[in-house]
Structure formats: C-alpha cells, structure tokens
C-alpha cells in the first residue's frame, strides 16, 4: 500500500488515505464530506474544487491487496449460504438479510475460526431463530482500510471445510393435526382453549392445521387418533394434555403404545418442563403440556419452527435449549428480542 499526493483530477477511481473536512460559515456546516478510504469519482470533483480542495493524498493498492469495500463483499459471499441476500458495502461493512422467512442456522465453530483472522470481523443473530424475510441476520466487517487478499482467501478455506458460516432453512406448509386430550374438554364440562392458541401458532408459521379432535383421558381412543393422523399423512402431529403433573394424564403411555420413538420426555425449559418430542417414523409427534395454553411463550414457541422447516430435532437438541432455557415472564414480553431460548445449540 502506497500513499500519493495526486491533483484530484487524477485522483479518480482511487481510494482517499484521509478524511476530507467541509466547513461552512456561521455555523452552517462543519463535518466529513468525505471519510478515509472514499473512492473519489467525477461528480466529486466540484464539491473538492468548492472547499477549495486541488491536491488530495490517495492510496495506491498493490498486488494482493483489496480495499475495505472489496473485502467485505467478498468475505459476505464467502460466508454466505442459501437465502441469504448480500446488501452493497459501507465503509468496510456489508449486511446481510434474509432472503426469505425460515429458521437462522449458523456454523458456530465455523464463525469462531473466521473472526480468528486478524482483520475480519463476522457478527450474526444467534443460530436456529426463526427469522423473516428482510430481517438482518450477519455483518461482515473489514477492519483495515486495506486487507491482504490472502486473508479473505483464508476464510474461503475454512467455508470449503465446514460449509457457508450463515444459511436460512426456509419454513414448509405442514399438514398439522391437534388430539386435545382430556375427560373435562371432551365430556364438554370445560371450553377447549388449547385449539384456538396453537392454530394461531402453527398458522402464523405458514402452516396449516388440517384436523382437530378430541379424545377422553383413554390410551386406546388416543393412540386410535393418532393412528388416523399417521394414516392421513399429517407432516406433524400434537397432542395436549398435563402430561405428568396430572396423574390421570395418558400422553406419554399413548405415544408409547402407538409405536412413537420417545426422543425426549421432559425439557430443560421454563415454561415447557414436561414437554414430549417422540417421533412416528419420520412424523414428529409432540406432547404439549398445560403452559403452553397459560403462556404467551413456551418451549414450544423454540422447537415448533425448527420442526415446520424439516429439522429432526434430537435428544441434545432439547437438552441444549437448557442454557437459555429461563423465560424470565417480563412485564412487557419482547420475545424473540430476549435471552429466552437464545442459548448455544450447537
């Protein structure tokens, strides 16, 4: 990297080494006009000529260097995956969006590696949040006005190894069926006020709740329905119910005897403790407990988008979701911006 003293007609298409200062008088105008590492283009010119600018120093890029601006685009292509869209660089930094709603999927030690290299800095939302469409999830950032090429080469190196740092799984339209369970709802002594809160859930994900039924605290009529919903193909089946805090509750021992594989039966998570991820086969079958009706957010609220993008969650998932795990009930809730649920996973 070189530094030259040109005429700022000559100084077209090159890099500013300083900031360049407009003042105005009686307190107009006092600020940067234009910042280190500008790239000076014709229509400058005037502006220069007015604050009385005829010589600036620029910097001269040799073989293996990149400017700040090339830097951060390559780096943000580097690191990025599928649906993700890459905004133009500012000042060394690049955003990154999602291009489409789905669930943020970070490679955790992947990202540790890259912003090991000196000079390269990549910040991200936490992995495996549902993110929408536009919402900014990455910057990747140059520090230096110029980089050493061989460093974002480096970076390369570590995303042919481990894969794109940044992805977006993009959410599918399940087929979800509901089994409410219970004497007192079936009997009709009680209102259902399970089915209007999870068909809200499940619909404002983009998926479709194509059946509701309602069983009695009888394991035989249980595993009957579910029976049917793996039959009509549901993508995702979910059962209601207290689950172990009621003695009478048949969730698990229905899910047992219909064959489901228990992947996890309570959850490190508050509110969600009793919760029940087993699986049909490839059909996920969920046991959800009583909070999830009390409470705003749950752990359902963490595992049900990752499930209507085609993940399997696993037993380490769930027990993964145990740092995090805590709502701590806000007054005024902001989830997802929150600790909640916003532990490592990976």
Known sequence: MKKNLLKIEDAVGKALSHDVTKITRLGKFKGTLFKKGHIIQERDLD???RIGRRYVYTLEIEEGELHEEEGARRLA???????????EPNEGSVPLLAAQDGILKVNVEGLKRINEIEGLGVATQHTDRYVKSGEKIAVAKIFPLIIEETKIEKASEICRDSGPIINVAPLRRNRVGLIITGDEVYNGIVEDEFAPVMKKK????????????????????????????KGEKMDLIILTGGMAVDPDDVTLRSALEAKASIEKYGAPVQPGFMFMISYLEDTPLLGVPACAMYYDITILDLVLPRLLSGEKLTRKDILALAHGGL???????AYPVCPFGRGLSQ
């Not at 035989?220 to 919903?229: T, W």
């Not at 709502?327 to 809730?333: A, I, M, T």
């Open 327 to 333: 709502c701590l009930r806000c007054e005024k809730c």
């Open 47 to 49: 502006e220069l000529r």
């Open 202 to 229: 499940i619909e404002n994900l983009g998926s479709k709740v194509e059946k509701i039924v309602y069983a009695p605290d009888d394991t035989k009529k249980i595993v009957d329905e579910i029976s049917k919903m």
């Open 77 to 87: 292509s580097t690191i990025s995956g599928s649906n993700v869209k890459i905004l």
